[in-house]
């Protein structure tokens, strides 16, 4: 089974902290990806990366950045948290080429006061 | 207007009802659709990939309408395990998904 793991299941930050969101998958997925889910707008790509030290942004990038450094590893940085991001961040990862199934993490639900 | 729009619902309906959602899109140029399901406080998993000519997996049936830019999903003999917020996904290159469509089913 494909495994995508998160670092933290509930996060709570001061505004202008620096914070780091880790995603692990450990079936050598090509593509990663970093989304933001809010009641009512649902899911919403931040960045995702084909491979490793590659990114590319989303639709919504501005205030993250990311790494990919290794191919199963994926982080996601608030350079200074500010609370229009508190929200729940799921990562995904997927296999390249014409498959698109994705696997979503478990989430992490970030608060930022 | 949105890549992606699905109705949000809610639909409440009872044990054994049909209901059926559907998610249109805007780019004609997609590729690949989805339907993913989305418990309480859990990730979306894949629920079945949607195929030209329609495809079943049990009680779940799904249609493309290319021409108007729509998929649909079907759910037959709904049972109370299927409460769960369903989400539709497109392509082409990245996946961009609905806002979602909540359906509750009881008894």
């Known amino acids: 089974d494909v495994k995508v793991t998160q670092s933290s299941r509930y996060l709570v930050k001061r505004t202008g902290e620096k914070v780091f969101l880790e995603c692990v998958q450990d079936?050598?997925?090509?593509?990663m990806f970093w989304y933001r889910q809010d009641p009512g707008l649902g899911l919403r790509l931040i960045y995702f990366s084909y491979d490793v030290k590659m990114k590319e942004k989303g639709d919504i990038p501005e205030g993250y950045s990311v790494s990919r450094e290794k191919k199963e590893r994926f982080s996601l940085i608030l350079e200074s948290a500010s609370t229009n991001q508190t929200s729940m961040y799921l990562c995904?990862?997927?296999?390249?080429?014409?498959?698109?199934?994705?696997?979503f993490g478990p989430g992490t639900r970030l608060t930022v006061t | 207007r949105k890549e992606v729009e699905q109705d949000p619902g809610p639909f409440n309906v009872p044990e054994g009802a049909t209901v059926a959602f559907n998610c249109t899109y805007s780019n004609s140029a997609s590729q690949s659709f989805f339907w993913y399901r989305q418990d309480c406080r859990k990730e979306p998993k894949l629920l079945m990939s949607?195929?030209?000519s329609g495809n079943e997996d049990g009680r779940f049936t799904a249609q493309l309408n290319r021409a108007s830019q729509y998929i649909s999903l079907l759910i037959r003999d709904s049972k109370l395990s299927d409460s769960a917020t369903y989400l539709c996904?497109?392509?082409?290159?990245?996946?961009?998904f609905g806002q979602g469509t909540i359906l509750t089913v009881h008894p």
């Open positions: 995904a990862s997927r296999t390249g080429g014409a498959s698109y199934e994705q696997y």
């Open positions: 079936m050598d997925h090509e593509n």
């Open positions: 949607v195929y030209s």
């Open positions: 996904a497109v392509t082409p290159g990245k996946l961009t």
